[in-house]
């Protein structure tokens, strides 16, 4: 019965040194998920290199969509692009 408690902490504390890698590669990344409702399709647009704005192509039309970063800057991380 002891041990059994013993080895549920010790996975609980593995669980919480590990970040994610997933996330932290996302915020090296700097892009957006945008959902292309011209073509019902999700992609990345990525910031531009002045840093003002997230733009991209849609992946099946090539239609340009661009997404100007706000000053108070936004939590969101998905978009929809019409
Ligand atoms: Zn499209």
Request: glycine share 10%; charged share 25%; proline share 2%.
């Amino acid at each position: 019965m002891a041990e059994k408690g013993r080895q549920l902490d010790l996975t609980s504390l593995t669980g919480s040194e590990k970040p994610s890698s997933s996330d932290a590669e996302e915020r090296k990344g700097k892009f957006l998920g945008v959902h292309f409702a011209c073509c019902d399709v999700y992609s990345r647009i990525y910031l531009s290199r002045d840093l003002t704005a997230y733009v991209g192509n849609c992946p099946r039309c090539a239609k340009r969509i661009q997404i100007l970063v706000g000053s108070g800057g936004t939590n969101s991380r998905f978009f929809t692009a019409n």
